[in-house]
């Protein structure tokens, strides 16, 4: 730990694009905590966010979200294959990768992305695009066109995801600048919660929404996608070290650290406000806290975790009780509440608590925590101009293509009839 204070994190913030050019040996352990991580991270989408998501929803349109979430998990791992590795990890311009690996071609069986096979990386970091996709379709549940969601995920996998994990983790406009984000908050959660919130605004609100009461009709169903996510997190976030090293122990622990914290501060805050506390809110403060310590859970001692998840489970708090409301927006699985708001708050706490006066790994040479927060903050800004205007051409084009959204009668009867020919409960 001593020996990673004095180099700073410099070198840590390309970890990814740094694994690939290092000469190394293949390492049987690191190899098999890859493996591990990878189908932990794979979990976390199909079943974690489906359940997650189709207990938030109303009955009626559960078989919807579900096939959303998992035909566009299929549809982002054969985008993957063909050029979205390439695109975003092999060598190119500060935005873009190159077309080097389209097809996975010019990549040995042995190749290696550090110390652990190179096909690894390639599923690994699938993995993260599809959860990150997975996320959006929240945010649009219950009244868009099947159809409309297939097309908007290959524009916006194209144009946003794929140059910005390039900029962060792959050597590119960001990475260069100094930009911290250890497993996701700009790549994945900002990168999807904004998406989904210009989805949201575009698709327009649900029939009767804010007239009628729309509760989530499976709570069991809902902590068990809360449940599946916490332990595939453990993938997302140790896993990011891309070795079973000491970095992978820290965010470990962090990543139980935090998301504690979270879950007591939303559910106390959730008891003083409401008067009582709810499973839903619990099952929200896990999220909240796993979101904010995504890009830090790396770079921050154990205390400056616990202090990210304790804000970032009050920021969650008041992203979907009061967020929401100036918003005007109707983001069924509180997308933007959660992981847009939790997704700030950690980018930018991460450039205080990596500070080694703080307990954090410490900068990299010559860099002082005000500048640290201002490239963290920019990171951010990049990040939510970017996703914002490719989704806003993503979802027109869609509308222009098939329309966004199902018509009225067939959404007040449900989509899982109307789109799927299936009802997911007995009548």
Request: proline share 2%; glycine share 14%; aromatic share 12%.
């Amino acid at each position: 730990m001593n020996k990673l204070m004095t180099k700073g994190l410099a070198g840590l913030a390309l970890l990814p694009s740094l694994a690939m050019a290092a000469p190394a040996v293949a390492d049987k352990a690191d190899n098999a905590f890859m493996m591990i991580c990878t189908a932990l991270v794979l979990f976390m989408s199909i079943p974690g966010i489906a359940l997650f998501y189709g207990g938030l929803i109303r009955a009626k349109n559960v078989l919807s979200l579900l096939t959303q979430v998992a035909v566009t998990f299929a549809m982002v791992c054969v985008i993957w294959v063909l050029y979205g590795y390439s695109l975003a990890f092999s060598e190119g311009n500060a935005f873009f990768g190159g077309l080097n690996w389209l097809m996975l071609k010019n990549i040995s069986l042995t190749a290696l992305s550090g110390t652990f096979y190179q096909y690894i990386h390639v599923v690994f970091q699938a993995s993260f695009a599809c959860i990150t996709v997975g996320l959006i379709v929240g945010s649009i549940a219950e009244r868009i066109r099947f159809s409309a969601v297939l097309i908007f995920v290959v524009i916006w996998l194209t144009l946003s995801y794929l140059p910005i994990a390039h900029m962060v983790w792959a050597g590119g406009f960001l990475a260069q600048d100094g930009a911290l984000d250890f497993a996701g908050g700009t790549v994945v959660h900002i990168n999807a919660a904004v998406a989904g919130l210009v989805g949201a605004y575009l698709v327009g609100k649900r029939a009767g929404f804010g007239k009628e009461a729309f509760k989530p009709h499976n709570l069991p169903m809902v902590f068990t996608g809360t449940a599946i996510l916490y332990v595939g997190w453990f993938g997302f976030n140790a896993g990011s070290a891309a070795a079973a090293n000491e970095i992978a122990a820290l965010a470990f622990l962090n990543t139980v650290v935090a998301t504690a914290g979270a879950v007591l501060t939303w559910t106390f805050g959730e008891w003083a406000l409401r008067g009582k506390p709810s499973l839903l809110g619990a099952s929200s403060g896990f999220i909240a806290g796993l979101v904010a310590i995504t890009p830090a859970c790396g770079y921050v001692g154990v205390g400056g975790a616990l202090l990210i998840g304790l804000i970032g489970g009050l920021a969650g708090l008041w992203g979907v009780t009061v967020l929401k409301k100036w918003l005007r927006v109707d983001d069924p699985c509180d997308v933007f509440g959660v992981h847009g708001v939790c997704g700030i708050i950690g980018c930018i706490l991460t450039g205080v608590f990596a500070s080694s006066s703080l307990g954090g790994v410490g900068y990299a040479e010559g860099v002082t925590m005000g500048h640290q927060i201002w490239v963290q903050l920019l990171s951010v800004i990049l990040t939510i101009v970017w996703t914002g205007v490719v989704a806003f051409i993503g979802f027109k084009v869609a509308d222009m293509l098939v329309g966004l959204r199902v018509p009225e009668e067939q959404e007040r009867e449900g989509l899982d009839v109307n789109s799927h020919g299936e009802n997911a409960y007995n009548q």
